[in-house]
Nanobody, 129 residues
Framework: QVQLVESGGGSVQAGGSLRLSCAAV???????MGWFRQAPGKEREAVAC????????FLADSVKGRFTAIRNIPGNTIDLQIDTLEPDDTAMYYC???????????????????????WGRGTQVTVSS
């Protein structure tokens, strides 16, 4: 059973950067890894997903240009580099794992919340203006 632990959150000023890390216990080579966030009073949204087997990475349109998802195979982590942080980035960030699938295009990993079966507890990101 895969287990996930997020780290790297914190309080930063707008314009700063953070690197979040999702450390996996267990073999994630056959999984799709997703990064999600949820702000108070808002719905959870996917910001990035990574197919671990191929490294294919997809980012939500809202974060393109500022977020980068990084597959770290030796460390068994999936990291999320966030640059030029904005107050609207304030949220709890979660990583999740889904057994890989073949019946829909890979880019659907951003909208396939129901396929993610393992979730971490999250790491808080707070951005002040």
């Amino acid at each position: 059973q895969v287990q996930l632990v997020e780290s790297g959150g914190g309080s930063v000023q707008a314009g700063g950067s953070l690197r979040l890390s999702c450390a996996a216990v267990g073999d994630i080579s056959l999984f799709v890894m997703g990064w999600f966030r949820q702000a108070p009073g808002k719905e959870r949204e996917a910001v990035a997903c990574v197919w671990v087997d191929t490294g294919a990475t997809f980012l939500a349109d809202s974060v393109k240009g500022r977020f980068t998802a990084i597959r770290n195979i030796p460390g068994n982590t999936i990291d999320l580099q966030i640059d030029t942080l904005e107050p609207d980035d304030t949220a709890m960030y979660y990583c999740a794992a889904a057994p890989r699938w073949w019946d829909t295009p890979r880019r659907m990993c951003l909208t396939a919340d129901g396929r993610y079966t393992v979730w971490g507890r999250g790491t808080q990101v707070t951005v002040s203006s």
